[in-house]
């Protein structure tokens, strides 16, 4: 029962991550295709969800840090 929640708490801890990496990589196609058809609009949402992604990646990898400073077992 105890490699269950081991495997339930790695989920948990990197949601924000693959969340982030996901937004990123939309945003990059996004603004891919929107400089391919010459839609300006689209480019800059683009652009800026990729920002958004980064930063979400960012907020994850601060979170996963501090669960392994404040968990002795994890190293």
Known sequence: MSIDLHVQEEVNMDHDRIEGSSKTLMGRLKSFFGGMIGDSKMQAEGKM???????????????????????????
């Open 49 to 75: 969800d990729q920002a958004e992604g980064k930063i979400q990646n960012a907020v994850g990898g601060v979170k996963d840090s501090l669960r392994e400073a404040g968990d002795p077992n994890r190293r």
